[in-house]
């Protein structure tokens, strides 16, 4: 292939692929057109930053590898979604991803958009080895508080994967009646891929369930806040009072005594 006779246009398509041979590299730094000067910096410019972002991926299965090596072969992450909120149910993840697999920009879910989000939920689903999500409704979080319903649906969504780990790592919190090996992350959806993925299937699962509690209570505005405590949301709960997905045990509304939903 002669670059030198190949056209910007062309040269722009060449550029779009990711297996250039090392002839056709130099090739293109060689060429002396400003305008194939620019394309191909830019052009490295993106295969740098590619590099690195692969770089951080692979730096994200750390602790995935550790436990390999101690032959800890099959490693769940768990994570949880809507600790925080008013209303609407806590989600829980769990995931057992294969390790070092490749999944692109992934992170702690409240760091990605509700594209990113989105697209990875379908990436996940198409790699892991085992993926599982339990949804644990309101009353259950008034009943046992919110620290207790997130430990009781977490032991539920590492028994309900299809196949048994060896080994868990959580994001934040102790389980310390698990049977397999287990290690509490503090931040562990920044640090870790598979507790990541965890929190990417919990996030895309609960906002979807919160889009759907829009479509009932309407007046509330679920579908933006998610059942979070923004301003809206407040002054939507002072107008209308709670509805039946509201959390009892939360303020402001367990201040307002007992209130038959």
């Known amino acids: 292939m002669n670059v030198e006779q190949m056209t910007v246009v062309e040269i722009t398509k060449l550029l779009e692929e990711n297996n250039l041979s090392i002839a056709i590299i130099n090739s293109l730094k060689q060429d002396s057109r ?19 972002e692969k770089q951080r991926i692979q730096g994200l299965y750390k602790q995935e590898r550790m436990l390999a090596a101690k032959g800890y072969n099959l490693i769940a992450g768990v994570d949880e979604a809507g600790r925080g909120p008013l209303a609407g149910p806590l989600v829980v993840g769990a995931v057992i991803l294969p390790i070092g697999c490749h999944l692109p920009s992934i992170n702690d879910s409240k760091k990605l958009s ?24 309101i009353d259950v979080i008034d009943h046992l508080n919110i620290y207790n319903a997130t430990i009781s649906g977490m032991y539920e969504a590492i028994n309900e ?101």
């Open 34 to 52: 400003v305008s194939v000067f620019r394309l191909f910096t830019k052009w490295q410019k993106r295969q740098e930053q590619n590099l690195l």
């Open 114 to 137: 509700v594209k990113q989000r989105e697209y990875l939920y379908h990436e996940i689903k198409e790699v892991a080895i085992s993926v599982q999500h339990i949804v644990i409704d």
């Open 161 to 261: 994967l299809h196949q048994r780990p060896h080994a868990v790592l959580i994001d934040a919190v102790p389980l310390p009646d698990l049977e397999m090996h287990s290690l509490s992350l503090i931040g562990g959806d920044a640090i870790s891929a598979s507790i990541g993925a965890a929190s990417i299937i919990a996030k895309v699962e609960r906002d979807n369930l919160m889009r759907e509690y829009d479509k009932q209570f309407p007046q509330y505005g679920f579908a933006k806040h998610k059942g979070y405590g923004t301003a809206e949301h407040l002054k939507a709960l002072q107008q209308f009072g709670p509805c039946p997905i509201h959390r009892r045990s939360f303020e402001p509304i367990k201040s307002w005594g007992r209130i038959d939903i």
